[in-house]
Structure formats: structure tokens, C-alpha cells
């Protein structure tokens, strides 16, 4: 969904970003991220950083 098909957007203030490191995750999410190389992956087997946001929301548009 685009930006023209909401009905509600968030606008947010971004508080904190964290890189996950791939050590810190279970085995079980590494082994699916390696059947799935183009989307998981820098397309060539390495780690693609993943981030995790954590906002403030400061304003919801209807």
C-alpha cells in the first residue's frame, strides 16, 4: 500500500536505531534467510543489515 491508498498515516520521530547482528539471531531465522539469498541477502550470500526503528508518533493524518 502507497502513500495515496492509506487512510491513516503516521508521521513519527525516530528515537533509537539498532543494527541486528547476525549472530543474535536463532539458527532457525539465519538457515531461512539462506533460502531466500536475493531478499536476505547482498544477492551474493553475505549479510544484508537489517535495523530496527523505535519512534514517537507525533501526528496521525487522516
Known amino acids: 500500500m502507497g502513500f495515496k491508498e ?4 503516521f508521521l ?5 536505531k539498532q ?11 539465519r538457515d531461512y534467510y539462506e533460502l531466500y539469498p536475493d531478499i536476505y541477502t547482498d544477492g551474493h550470500g553475505g549479510w544484508e543489515p ?13
Open 6 to 9: 492509506a487512510k491513516q498515516t
Open 12 to 16: 513519527c520521530k525516530k528515537l533509537c
Open 19 to 29: 543494527q541486528f547482528d547476525k549472530n543474535g539471531l536463532t539458527q532457525e531465522i
Open 50 to 62: 537489517h535495523f530496527i526503528l523505535l519512534g514517537e508518533i507525533e501526528e496521525i493524518i487522516e
